[in-house]
């Protein structure tokens, strides 16, 4: 086996009480990471240990210590670029060097005022300051239809911490709102998560993360840059470099969770008003790249479901990836190849499209500036990573398109409290294996199971790499209906939206999406997400999508999952309609994308029947429902996610295969009937027809 193949086992700072003596610390690391090597894991994850995070002398040389030994032992390394998590604090040095690097939101007060009555909004304790307000004429209390250039009157309160009476002199019913900037911390993942409570960094700041590379990533450099190992990690030591959980802090969550540590007192008596992050200078790149005066038409993002109001959604959410993008991701990839250390990781919820917005932004844009872009799986049940592998193939799909030759899963039980068994462990991890992950980062205890036991388990994840290394085909293109979602992302305010349309239009949009993921993984069906800006760079004019730039990936066909289409996306699928693409649209769930130039078709399933016929070199049989698989170099991986045997047949247009399992490392009994291989595929179990 070759050294890319065994996961790496997760371990934060290895800790010493300060004057240890060498020999007594040389002897635990060894004894430590033996044992790891003994249970089947390849290498660690680790970093300088939290205490005195990145400044005590004496920890540095511990992990110098680790490094020799994990040499000494042909085990590889990736480090981790914070003290717990999120990254982007340096331990809290990036905030308490400047608190104008940390995270910011703006939050609305709002009030329905009755004709000749007053209303004061008294300015909220711990707030920054203002950044708009405005009242509007409505004729009850649904703002649904509000048009924003159209204000009774505006008010003079920016930069101003004062409190604002509106006094209602129309004869009718008078909306007011009143826009404030603050700090966002309290109520958010900084403060609720399970390692630290710490005020967090603004990542759409670019000044911000310069201090957290200078705090971190420079340090590493410094000590360590003989030991990385260039961006293909071939040679060296130190392969990579993982930075965990980055976001947005767009949404209050986990409210009731407290992590151990406190390194930024919090007040809970605050009050949580509804909020949507603010980004570094967006009002500047608002008003220049899309000609908004963002802070004339707040409301939008606060509910408003006109065609206006979604084109400023649109905007707004473009604009704040693109700040996350070149804040951030672009940032740290930059240093990285200068240093030659890989850029991984994974960023937060990533499981769920309707929060790609406020946390991140587009996936696409920010993931393929990480050399082995990654995924967090909290699940170890192999049913629930079925029904979870939007996640996979998503990241996988921006390694495919933009030929990066890995992909990270940082993977564990937490969800289920790290009760899980060994077969669901195994398979957990194949079916993310079969979605397009191969390199695990494992958060699994140590002692789950004997490590002979464990290292036959870690090696059949070797196993199968080495028979799958290689390049997917890909037939099908499944379209990332970012756009959908984000011109449907408002701040939810409870009493202002009655009919709830936009709700149901991002909630039907994701649905749809993960209908249409499930229909294609139960038809083993083989495909990749593509978004919009890869589809604007496609050269469509031979009737498949090549996309030349991109490593020469190309598709037969595409995919649209319900979802609604933007100018520029109708623009996309006309020409390449017009070129003779196939392309199919699910219209489902009772909208559709008004798409006349696709292929509507009837449902998820009636679409995905039609762009699954195209292509495919291989065809699954018999009790398939529930089977991830993976085509590469003329081998097809199957992983079994329900624990239940399952009769299958293949036909791999073929009459030389054989049936491979790489738990028993043995060949398994299988009929055949000209091309078609019939056998049992095990209850959590996996094959390889080869």
Sequence with gaps: MTKYELPFKIVHGFDFPDGTPDDQIVQSLKSRLSSLKEKGFGGIVTNCPGRDYLNSEFLWHVLDLVLDTAKELGMRVWLYDEDGYPSGGAGGQTVDSDPDFEARAVVMLHAFIKPGESHTFEFPRGHEFALAAASYRVKDEDITRLDAKNAHKRYDVYGKTDPLTVHNDTNGLLFAAYFIKKHVYEGTHAEHNVCECRRYVDITNHDAIRAFIKNTYEKYAKRYKHEFAGMKRENGLIEAIFTDEPSLMGVYINAGLYPPRVHDEYDDTLPLYPMTTWGKNIENRMMTRHGINIFDCMIYLFGVDTEEAREVRGAWYEEMSRLVEESYFSQLSDYCCSVGLPFSGHILLEDDIRLHPQFEGNFFSLLRHMHYPGIDMLHSVPEIVYDNAFTPKLVSSIAENYGREHVMSEVSAHAQGGRVTDDQMLCSQLIQYAYGVDTFTSYYSETMMEPEKYNRYNRAIGAVDENMKGRDFTSIALYYPYNTITENTATHIDGLKKDGDMVKTRNACADGLMKTVRALNDAQAVYHFVDLQLLEDADTSEGFIDMPLYNGVFYESLLIPPCTLNAREKAVISRMRADGVHVYFA????????????????????????????????????????????????????????????????DM??????????????YVFASQNGTVLSFTLPAYGAVIIK
């Design 653 to 666: 247009r073929s009459d030389t295969f054989s049936v491979y399992d790489p738990l028993k490392d043995d």
């Design 587 to 650: 219209e489902d769930f009772g909208f559709t994308a008004d798409g006349s130039d696709a292929i509507i078709c009837l449902g998820v399933d009636d679409a995905v029947r039609a762009a699954e016929s195209e292509g495919k070199p291989y065809s699954v049989r018999g009790e398939h429902t529930g089977v991830a698989s993976l085509y590469r170099n003329g081998n097809l991986l199957l992983v079994n996610s329900d624990n239940k045997d399952k009769d299958i047949s293949v």
